[in-house]
């Protein structure tokens, strides 16, 4: 998911000189299978493979490290990797963050022998922890990045843990050491103290500038466990991964723990029960290149006729049909989404062109969930799921940039529990589909488990805000003279609401902030409506804490009355829960708006003006007898207040 | 069988610019002015050859700028260049727009032996202090003088223009203006809410809060002054802005309300001839190089569609008191309004913006009237 596709890098290659061999192996298979069997020396010896993996706090330089080892490999030239060949979506790079790099294999000669070195990557954002957990159940070590002025950063240490429940063998280098305010030993330490590693034999080096970068390739050589695991054992591969490729469908990116696959291996998934022929398999370089066969010990990708990566579950095992393995790989779990929106379009007859848009984001992000939905003020859009907060908003971020779609999201909410007095246990995402009051038993609402990194002196704000979020203090620990770490449970809905800004604005930017979903919990929630001139505007609804709610309606309410423009009558403005109006605001009628007059016959002035007015009213949507231009919704819906 | 046609005449020059006035007007030397001159007479002798063979001329209008700013015997030479190569009706109405201090008894002399039956004034209010703030080079007194100045010589179709919202200016003013209007016995008077446009200097004073212009309230309290006070006094209000004593509607602007054909000459005047509209050059250096090629000055033209026709029709004919002619819509556009706009019609008639009567016309109220584009937008396909 998230991930770029692989035809861009092939055409990345070729357009900076590389080989034509590139597309050769993308577009015929089996031409460079025996090609690659003739020429590639690629050692079968499973001793000399080396699976790791790297894990780094955003901007501490994952993207340049992995760049530079691709170089020093020689698989790429300095040319190439100036700007970090691997994370080339424009978002990734706008934003400086790499969501996900594509798995590459690197060879090596060390002592007189040639090392096989699978790099998989690891997104490094806590909506994909369990993504995070099956990459990094495909290798026996990881690099962990720590920069040397920043230090351990919290998501940093939430990666470190997962990696350590896969019993990896974590070898820490300290990057960025030429920077005048690096502290290399302090960093060291820190590493030491916080972690738990022994990080003295860190190599110290700089990404950026190459200096002491082999040193991180001895080190994955010496230190990190070659595969174990029977080439001839019955198929056994982890999917860690998938992608879309045009050509070729939705491809598995894999790592064989046992047995062997090749062209005309049928298989099937353990999980999902379906079965294919393989078409291809191959390794990265880091463009596709296509291999005889994979086995135990390696990474690289299956074709197999795949249509869709939906088809395709990270965590599931690929094993022969015909000859299966006993048990599948452990840590198998259908994802979830976490966070949900309606995503509407701006102009109502867009529709077809944003469904369009979700399923090519669908093709490869497998994690994407939307279905139609219906609202009186927006019209005809759709309910989408994600796994957090980034992940909305890079998905919102792509149907603008990619698909040139003007949209609207309507606030982010949480999948709710309402057991019903009938017995019944729904699930409820959007707010429209709660059922009445009387219908309803209870609610339960989802939960975090929050750790908050602080410096000392932004505790008492932090607290102050966790309390205002609802939130139930745990523990405080100090880590060390700079830093505590402060632990919360926490709804969910409020973090989805505005607890990211709040946070950073109240400690400066200082506290990095990490959270695991830490189940259910029975709560005292209330649905919230907007009525606009009497009538309920369904996109503006909202479920929430019943104590929250006056504060909120009040809000909102404020809002509207300063956006929505004054029209041809008296728009009421009302907060609502139930009958019960907890909240209201005016937008007075319109007095005047003519032109003064038609200059000596010159109507093209007045032309111009009817049609800008109804270009205006073309993004204006209807609510009841209420015009609500289209900014008005997302200046609402936007989270900052 | 002639067709009916009304001319326009655009004379882009003024004295000097007032605060408010984005119009194509300039300050210009006089021989630019001369130049201007001959561009336009070779326009009007070049435009009657493809028009004249078809159309009368009903009225003529002569715009602005400032049109008494001129030097003597410019109007003249137009009306003449006019009489000479169109044919123009006996009757026909024939107005000058002037601003008083630029008129004089031999100017008055003048336009009224060149044919001239129809003068519009620019007023704008009667306060000395409001007048000087707004640029004006005239003095009430310098209006009232104008005023006898063209009564003396018997014209008395007379118009004219104030302006209602302006910064500074109060109710009491409003009354002031309006009253002396009355009392002058002034048969037409245009009553204009002040609009500030882009790229005056009022709008730089406004945008820097130099001055501050009336509340919203407080302009429409005006302007139900204004039209009160003539509604009392006799005149009928026969458009948003115009009000006018029993024989006194002005015909040019009811040729542009009623989508009929005129023919604008000189710089950026527009014409409609059915079905196409045009615009010259608003250029005065473009102009001035199209006429010495003798060639027509269009800096654009287009062919309005129904459906733009359409629009056009909501949008002049709420303007006027006697409203949108639905039995004559249907025959036109073969659209029964009434049908097709049924719940947009029914709401505004509720919001008692719009009022149906029994012979089918839809009249804005008036409060309609202060809302008029909101009307149209929703009586217009989007």
């Known amino acids: 998911m998230f991930r770029q596709r692989l035809q861009q890098y092939t055409g990345y290659g070729t357009l900076l000189g590389m080989n034509n061999h590139t597309e050769n192996a993308s577009q015929s298979a089996s031409q460079s299978a025996i090609h690659t069997t003739n020429n590639n020396t690629t050692p079968r010896d499973m001793q000399s493979i080396r699976n790791f993996s790297i894990i780094a706090h955003i901007d501490h330089g994952k993207s340049t490290l992995a760049d530079r080892l691709m170089e020093k490999t020689g698989l790429i030239s300095q040319r190439e990797s100036k700007n970090q060949l691997l994370d080339s979506m424009e978002l990734e790079q706008e934003r400086g963050i790499t969501i996900k790099l594509t798995p590459v294999t690197m060879q090596y000669k060390y002592n007189g022998k040639t090392y096989t070195l699978n790099l998989i990557d690891t997104p490094g954002h806590v909506d994909f922890t369990y993504e995070v957990s099956r990459s990094l159940a495909a290798c026996e070590g990881a690099v962990l990045v720590v920069d040397a002025s920043q230090g351990v950063e919290a998501q940093t240490l939430a990666n470190v843990y997962l990696a350590l429940n896969n019993n990896l063998e974590i070898l820490p280098v300290i990057n960025k050491i030429d920077l005048p305010s690096a502290r290399p030993e302090e960093v060291k330490k820190e590493i030491e103290d916080v972690i738990g590693l022994d990080a003295s034999q860190a190599p110290c080096i700089s990404a950026k500038s190459g200096l002491n970068v082999e040193d991180v390739l001895v080190d994955i050589i010496e230190h990190v466990p070659a595969p174990k695991g029977d080439p001839n054992a019955p198929l056994k591969a982890l999917i860690f991964d998938s992608y879309y490729d045009n050509y070729k469908g939705a491809v598995c990116l894999i790592r064989i723990v046992e047995g062997t696959v090749k062209q005309g291996t049928k298989i099937k998934m353990m999980q999902t029960g379906k079965q294919y022929e393989t078409v291809e398999v191959g390794i990265f370089v880091p463009q596709t290149q296509a291999k005889q066969e994979l086995t135990a010990g390696d990474v690289g990708y299956l074709c197999a006729s795949i249509k869709t990566v939906s088809d395709i579950k990270v965590g599931d095992t690929i094993t022969e049909e015909q000859n299966p393995t006993k048990e599948p790989l452990p840590g198998y779990k259908e994802i979830m989404p976490v966070v949900y929106c309606g995503i509407f379009p701006v102009e109502g007859d867009k529709y077809s062109l944003l469904k369009d848009a979700l399923e090519k984001l669908k093709l490869n992000d497998a994690s994407l969930r939307f279905s139609p939905e219906n609202s009186t003020a927006l019209g005809y859009g759709f309910r989408c799921g994600f796994l957090g907060l980034l992940h909305m908003d890079i998905i919102t971020e792509r149907l603008e940039r990619e698909f040139k779609l003007d949209i609207i999201t309507t606030a982010p909410g949480v999948a709710y529990h309402v057991y019903k007095t009938n017995g019944d246990m729904l699930e409820i995402s959007n707010p429209s589909n709660l059922p009445t009051p009387q219908e309803i038993d209870h609610m339960e609402e989802p939960m975090i488990s929050a750790e908050i990194f602080t410096p000392p002196e932004y505790v008492g704000d932090i607290m102050q805000l966790a309390k205002e979020k609802r939130g139930e203090y745990k523990d405080l620990q100090y880590l060390d003279a700079s830093r505590v770490c402060l632990k919360y449970t926490l709804p969910l809905n409020e973090i989805v609401y505005d607890f990211f800004d709040r946070l950073k604005s109240c400690t400066h930017g200082y506290a990095s902030f990490d959270y695991t979903l830490a189940g259910y919990q029975t709560s005292d929630l209330v649905k919230m409506d907007m009525l606009l001139n009497g009538d309920v505007c369904d996109a503006l609804s909202l479920i929430v804490h019943r104590e929250k709610a006056y504060t909120r309606g009040r809000q909102i309410a404020e809002k509207l009355k300063n956006v929505i423009p004054r029209q041809l009558f008296e728009i009421p403005i009302q907060a609502s829960i139930g009958n019960k109006v907890i909240a209201r605001e005016t937008v007075k009628a319109l007095r005047k708006d003519v032109i003064a007059k038609c200059y000596g016959g010159d109507i093209s002035r007045k032309r111009k003006l009817l049609e800008k007015q109804k270009e205006g009213k073309k993004r204006m949507r209807m609510l009841g007898s209420v015009e609500l231009p289209s900014e008005a919704f997302m200046s609402i819906l936007k989270l900052d207040d | ?382």
């Open chain 2, 1 to 382: 069988m002639r067709k009916d046609l009304s001319l326009y005449i655009h004379i882009p020059f003024c004295e000097s610019k007032c605060i408010y006035c984005n119009f194509v007007s300039s300050v210009e030397t006089p021989d630019k002015q001369k130049q201007y001159e001959q561009c336009l007479l070779s326009e009007i002798k070049l435009r009657a050859k493809q028009y004249n063979p078809l159309y009368t001329i009903r009225t003529i209008y002569i715009g602005g700028g400032t049109p008494s700013c001129l030097t003597a015997g410019v109007i003249k030479r137009i009306l003449s260049t006019i009489y000479l190569n169109f044919t123009v009706q006996n009757d026909a109405e024939i107005t000058i727009e002037v601003n008083p201090n630029t008129i004089t008894e031999e100017k008055v002399q003048e336009y009224i032996a060149a044919g001239v039956n129809r003068v519009s004034i620019g007023l704008q209010c009667a306060q000395g202090g409001l007048l000087k703030f707004l640029g004006r080079k005239h003095t009430y007194a310098d209006f009232e003088k104008c005023v006898k100045l063209f009564r003396a010589r018997n014209l008395n179709n007379i118009s004219v223009d104030i302006i209602l919202g302006l910064p500074k200016q109060s109710q009491d003013d409003v009354k002031t203006t309006v009253t002396n209007l009355i009392k002058l016995n002034i048969p037409h008077i245009s009553a204009y809410m002040l609009s500030v446009e882009d790229e005056t200097p009022l709008k730089e004073m406004v945008d820097n809060q130099q001055v501050f212009l009336p509340k919203e309230k407080e302009t429409i309290k005006m302007y139900a002054l204004t039209a009160s006070l003539l509604k009392k006094a006799g005149y009928t209000r026969y458009e948003v802005s115009n009000f006018a004593k029993p024989g006194y509607k002005s015909k040019h602007n009811q040729v542009y309300w009623n989508r009929q054909d005129y023919l604008g000459l000189g710089l950026a005047a527009h014409s409609y001839i059915h079905p196409v509209r045009m615009a010259n050059t608003d250029e005065l250096d473009e102009y001035i190089s199209f006429m010495e090629q003798n060639k027509i000055p269009l800096s654009d033209a287009e062919k309005i569609s129904t459906e733009e026709a359409k629009e056009e029709c909501v949008m002049l004919s709420l303007r006027t008191a006697q409203g949108l002619d639905t039995t004559a819509y249907a025959n036109e556009f073969k659209e029964n309004i009434l049908q097709t706009k049924k719940a947009q019609i029914h709401k505004l008639i509720q919001l008692k913006l719009l009022k149906l009567t029994e012979d089918g016309f839809l009249q804005a109220t008036d409060a309609g009237f202060m809302l008029l584009n909101r009307i149209i937008l929703e009586l217009v396909n989007s």
